[in-house]
């Protein structure tokens, strides 16, 4: 009986720590999202999660929440379903090794912790990813003000390909161009993991990310494959200016 009680009491002892964790992360991401972040004009929102985590799903919900809000202003989510949740249980069928190296980049250069749901901001700071609060004001904020740069791309699909045309402005010399080709919607079934049973509804899912050096000239011309499934309706693209070394997101849209 003593041992039953003694696993019981080390039981309800992690619980409380990891509570006390996320809500001290919690607590924090305001303050300190409130020092980093300066208006760029527009907002991109990372999202890093897994089909696997049982955390995940308010975050996938609270993007989704935020795409339907944004309407016509410049906000642009994107949520990578990174491959270190797939040994638990569960392989998540979006999940990309690339995703998770993009992830501890970002760790590394923000000098943050990997954990899931995360979010990161104009690849400037980060916070939980179900937190709405953190996110409220970081839409809120980050909408403020004007960015250095500018992005805009036309797109022209011919049957699985798609020829992109950029044209940038601005301090551009140390950022690439990176292309994210995104799923709207999804939704699951989770027959194993943390969250087994569940039906899970996934949105803004980053299908392929590419990397594309700037040329000198301020336009340019590039070609990419279309995954099978991709229609206009149900999917989209997404351009960013991301600085080298740095991370910055300095310019953001949607190809036309």
Known sequence: MKRIQLTMLCALAVILLLTATLANRSMASKSSISQTIKGDGFVVLEL???EGCSSCPP???LLAKVQRAAGDKPVYALSYHVDYWDNQGW????????????????????RAQVYTPQVVVNGKTEFVGSNESAMNYAIE????GSS????????????????LSYQVTGKTSEDELLIAIVQKK???QIKRGENEGRTLRHAQIVRSLQTFQLDRSENGQLSLELPKAYNTAGWEIIGLLQDKKSKAIHSATRAI
């Open 141 to 144: 904020s980050s909408l403020t």
């Open 59 to 61: 975050a996938d919900e």
């Open 186 to 188: 999804a939704v699951h």
């Open 48 to 50: 890093f999660t897994s």
């Open 91 to 110: 392989r998540d069928v979006f999940s990309n090794p690339d995703y998770s190296k993009r992830q501890y980049d970002y760790a590394s250069k923000l």
């Open 148 to 163: 250095v740069s500018t992005l805009q791309l036309q797109g022209k699909q011919q049957g699985g390909k798609m020829t």
